[in-house]
């Protein structure tokens, strides 16, 4: 697939004369691929079974004329109006029971049955039109699965769906009783009929009953994407499906939607309208939604929505500076991106994302945006293409897993405690020192890593306990985190002390924590001394070693971060949540510990990124800061294309390469 760039299009938003003249502007750019049709059902189906696909052939072949291909969406994020009008019980129901209504986007219950049938008629007419047309590539199904699903849905269907969810889980009521501790608050069932979806209560919910719900909803999503995808797949064998994911987001597990997929596709939007944090910020923030999608399955992706512009629905976010929407392109591609796709192509004059800017302004005129983004396209393919499949390579990792992100939001301890920036913390650790990681699910073969963080393994079983040890038992460096061993799969906490079943393994209990409620805590490492705030888990070290301790409360002088040696490895386990310059100290003794490599040291705000190519190896330097920085390069490696200049001019990118098809991290 000859395929570096492209763009989303919405030929439907433009008088037919436009079409032509829109083409011919994209083939000059360098776009070699558009995707179409993902909010089009109305102009596609502007009644029940009259489907008016001539249009979009149309648009199809103008762009195929212009050596374009065409990647599909299916319409089932926007239900048209004839069809809620029909069937209005396809409009969701939030927690509240309030109905979400028509007239925005995903206005759409994904268990309702008269919607699948809907969903079955377009889809099956759609796939066997456009199936056999070798201009169309491949498919997305909806957009964004999960966007503004999160409270949606609650209504009947859905709890009958959650009902067959739990039967076919537990089998028996008795056995639901048991794992959810229905004995709280008089909560038993004596049939699967009484359970209802965790719905507006008068007080807090059952924390099992929460889990589950939040699984059965990600599974539902998942099933509603495959119910399209064999329609897709059957009437049209050998097209690709792909998904438009949101890195961070985690209404659906990502790495379940995955398997269901050729390859993934990322949306990646570093300012968006609420966004105030210096460039230099966004950069690691981009990085870690990069990292996580290219380990969702393992593989390079492409990215189906980079930021091209100014982002707003209402507000709007700051303009990218000169350079920067290029330096984001470039660093999509840097962390395994094959293709970028940019949204969109040029601003729309109505509708609710008249202020999401395109490649071209609402007057269709081409400006600096256009000029950028046609010079990346034009100096950048032939790199694109030498890097297509190949992956960056990472001694390090760090574990990410939905089902302990969800249990944390059900219960988060302290307002502030967030899944995500604990884990955060030390991938930034990591990030400023350009060591390559990988973001992983707990059923990733571990042994590939030296360094292994496993932030927050809150819910523990013992396969998961016995998998983490063999790792250290081969050699590896683990890192845990407070809260670990903390419940069982199904939200109970254990007898045992914590950190539970991995107390053997980390030589230690904690017998005691404390939530920093209003407060913080100093540990004293060496002469240093670091804040920490959210947590502190006091440890009895039993077999570690004390690697820090508090240095005030009453807790001062009793371990905080501990390591014990075991096997031919190491396991770390740190009580309390790290601030940067703790997590900064932490990452340069477990490299050490490791072994695990670093690129290269920049200046901050300068990221170094290898990616393994067809023909050698490749080095990114991206400056992500308004200031020309220098950087010691090494001898071997030489620059790709044009020249490297030193310094990197402020927002610039510095591509090199080395003729090893392995690449050397040292
Ligand atoms: C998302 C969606 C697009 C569009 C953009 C801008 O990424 O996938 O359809 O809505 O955001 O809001
Ligand atoms: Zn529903």
Known sequence: MNIQFGVDYYPEHWPRERWETDAAMMEEMGIRVVRMAEFSWFKLEPEKGRFTFEWLDEAIRILAAHGIETILGTPSAAPPAWIIRQDPDIQPVDREGRRRHFGGRHHDCQSNPAYREHIRRYVTAFAAHFGPNPHVIGWQIDNELGNSHAELCFC??????????????????????????????????????????????????????????????????????????????????????????????????????AEDLEFVSQDQ??????????????????????DLIRGLKQQSFWIMEQQSSISGWGEMSRMPRPGEVKLWALQSVARGAD????????????????????????????????????????????????????????????????????AMQIQPHHPDLKYDEIWLAYYMALYRKNVPTDIIPDRADFSRYKLLIAPLQYLMTPELARKYEEYVQGGGTLVFTMRTGVKDRDNICTEEPLPGLLAELCGLHVYEYDCLRGMSAEVRWGEDIYTTELWADLITPEGAETVAAYASEYYAGVPAITCRRCGKGRVYYVGTAVSADLADRLCTELLEASGAGSILDTPEGVEAVCRQGRDGTYYFLLNHTERPQNVEVPASWKPWGEHAPMPIPPFGVNVYRTDDLFAKIT
């Open 339 to 406: 293709t970028v796709v940019f949204f969109r192509w040029r601003s729309c004059l109505f509708g609710t994302e008249q202020y999401w800017h395109g490649i071209l302004p609402h007057s269709g005129r081409p400006g600096r945006t256009w000029a950028e983004i046609r010079d990346l396209m034009q100096q950048y393919a032939p790199l694109v293409e030498s890097l297509r499949g190949g992956m960056p390579v990472s001694e390090a990792a760090i574990v990410y897993s939905y089902d302990q992100k969800y």
């Open 269 to 290: 939007y570093p300012v968006m309208q609420k966004t105030t944090e210096l460039p230099r910020y966004l950069g690691s923030r981009g990085a870690a939604a990069l």
């Open 156 to 257: 009947e269907s859905c709890a009958e769906r959650f009902r067959e969810w739990l039967r076919a889980k537990y089998s028996d009521i008795e056995t639901l009783n048991r794992r959810w501790g229905t004995d709280f608050w008089s909560q038993g069932y004596t049939c699967f009929e009484e359970i209802q979806p965790p719905r507006l209560t008068a007080t807090g919910v059952n924390p099992s009953q929460m889990l589950d719900w939040k699984r059965f909803h990600s599974d539902l999503i998942v099933e509603f994407h495959r119910f399209q995808s064999r329609i897709l797949h059957a009437a049209a064998p050998g097209k690709f499906i792909t998904h438009n994911m949101m890195g961070l987001a985690d209404t659906v597990n990502y790495y379940d939607l």
